[in-house]
Nanobody, 120 residues
Framework: VQLQASGGGLVQAGESLRLSCAASGSITVINVMGWYRQAPGKQRELVGT???????DYADSVKSRFTISRDNAKKTMYLQMNSLKPEDTAVYYC???????????????WGQGTLVTVSS
């Protein structure tokens, strides 16, 4: 199983960016998926999560600006980031709870991270 995060880049404050996280491999079910971020010199923090049914939850710092969605048929999750601020600068990681054909329980997998830089 692999999670591939993409879509990062350099933007100016106030602009938007959309990240993607695509899962591949011998997947039977993807349960909860999530976005995390880690700014330079800081610990990794949760940005938000989305259930298989589309229910979402967000960190207070991104509520009303960020939106998580997913396309279950494509095994892909998205993070739409609007009104970006310099403090949103971080490496963004995705993770997912995945059931595979050869494992009878969910395991958590992580993507490799994509860098988002917001200039002031």
């Amino acid at each position: 199983v692999q999670l591939q995060a993409s879509g990062g880049g350099l933007v100016q404050a106030g602009e938007s960016l959309r990240l993607s996280c695509a899962a591949s491999g011998s997947i039977t079910v993807i349960n909860v998926m999530g976005w995390y971020r880690q700014a330079p010199g800081k610990q990794r923090e949760l940005v938000g999560t989305i259930t298989s049914g589309g229910g979402t939850d967000y960190a207070d710092s991104v509520k009303s600006r960020f939106t998580i969605s997913r396309d279950n048929a494509k095994k892909t999750m998205y993070l739409q980031m609007n009104s970006l601020k310099p403090e949103d600068t971080a490496v963004y990681y995705c993770n997912a709870e995945i059931l595979t054909y050869d494992t009878p329980y969910y395991r958590t997998y992580w993507g490799q991270g994509t860098l988002v830089t917001v200039s002031s």
